[in-house]
Structure formats: C-alpha cells, structure tokens
C-alpha cells in the first residue's frame, strides 16, 4: 500500500514536529498553537519561528529580545530588538532551503541541521556578552538590530566601583588618569 501523498498541512506538521524535536534539548519550548519556539535566558528571549511565504520558500526568523529594555509586548519576531532570517545565520542555506521546500522531497535531516548550524548560532544569543560577541565578529553584519539595543549592543561598559564615598572618589579619579 503507498503512503498517502504529502499535502501542505502535513508538510508543515512535519517541519514544525522536526524543528521542535531538534530545539527542544537546547531549551526551546514550542508557544502553544503557532510554530514558534521560545527559549528564556537570564539576559535574553530567543525566538525562532517557521514561516512560509507565498513568494518563496519557508524560512526560519530568528529573533533576540534584550531583557535590559523591558519585556516584550507579545512573543512576536517582527517586535524583537534583534532579527534575522534562516538564509542570514545558517551556512548550509541550499540544504535549508531543499529541506523546506515540500517539492524537493528532501525532508529528511532537518533535525540535524538545526542541531549543527543553528544551535550553536543560538548559543550566543543566550547572554549580552554573547549577543555583544557576535555582533563584534560580524556574526550579525545582516541583522535588523533596532538602535536603542545596538546602542546597549556597542556601548562600553563602564565598571562598578564599591566601596566608602572616599574609595569610589579616589577610583573615579584614578579611572580618569587613565582614560585622558
């Protein structure tokens, strides 16, 4: 008896089901009834999102939400501060294209992609200083990247001083030799 033929619907279950089965032991949950997937870091909110578009292909959004700015309104990518589409982050991108693509009959594998190429991308997203990291490296160069997160992004930080009123003067005095 020959499988019943692959529609749209079942295609799309299917990429949802692999993307979630790949991201899911790196900590991203699935937001109930979307193909979204959701990973809360301490300074961060991951997001990757399926979608298809009826001009081309589906393809992943990845988005990065910076905790320091507040909350996000809702859990979608086109609100978070930085965006990138799967064609930008992945090097494989003719694999992920075939692979989500129902034609290509090359469905197989998309786990295993996402766990090569996409979570250890990910992986920077989980902190600032990661996010900070891969924006410096070029890692980023075609990111949407809204300016008040690039402006926390690339700004340098400057270091805590504790301590007596007398000590945190003598330190601001010092640190300003230094600097000019």
């Known amino acids: 008896m020959m499988p019943a033929?692959?529609?749209?619907?079942?295609?799309?279950?299917?990429?949802?089901s692999e993307t979630g089965a790949a991201v899911a032991p790196a900590g991203f949950e699935r937001v109930?009834?979307?193909?979204?997937?959701?990973?809360?870091?301490?300074?961060?909110?991951?997001?990757l999102n399926l979608q298809r578009s009826s001009y081309s292909v589906a393809f992943y959004l990845y988005g990065i939400w910076l905790r320091c700015l507040?909350?996000?309104?809702?859990?979608?990518?086109?609100?978070?501060?930085?965006?990138?589409?799967?064609?930008?982050?992945?090097?494989?991108?003719?694999?992920?294209?075939?692979r989500l693509t129902m034609e290509s009959g090359q469905d197989e594998g998309l786990g295993s992609?996402?766990?090569?190429e996409f979570l250890p991308f990910a992986e920077?997203?989980?902190s600032l200083v990661g996010v900070r990291g891969?924006?410096?490296?070029?890692l980023l160069s075609d990111a949407l990247i809204v300016?008040?997160?690039?402006?926390?992004?690339?700004?340098?930080?400057?270091?805590?001083i504790i301590g007596s009123r007398e000590s945190r003067a003598a330190a601001?005095?010092?640190l300003d030799t230094r600097r000019g």
């Open 5 to 16: 033929p692959l529609t749209a619907a079942s295609f799309s279950r299917r990429l949802v």
């Open 147 to 160: 300016v008040e997160a690039r402006r926390r992004l690339t700004a340098r930080a400057t270091p805590r």
């Open 32 to 47: 109930r009834g979307r193909p979204t997937f959701v990973r809360r870091n301490e300074d961060t909110i991951e997001l």
């Open 124 to 126: 920077r997203g989980r």
């Open 70 to 98: 507040g909350r996000p309104a809702a859990l979608r990518e086109e609100l978070f501060h930085v965006r990138l589409r799967g064609d930008e982050f992945m090097r494989s991108k003719r694999k992920l294209q075939a």
């Open 134 to 138: 891969a924006l410096r490296r070029g």
């Open 113 to 116: 992609l996402l766990a090569r």
């Open 172 to 174: 601001a005095r010092a």
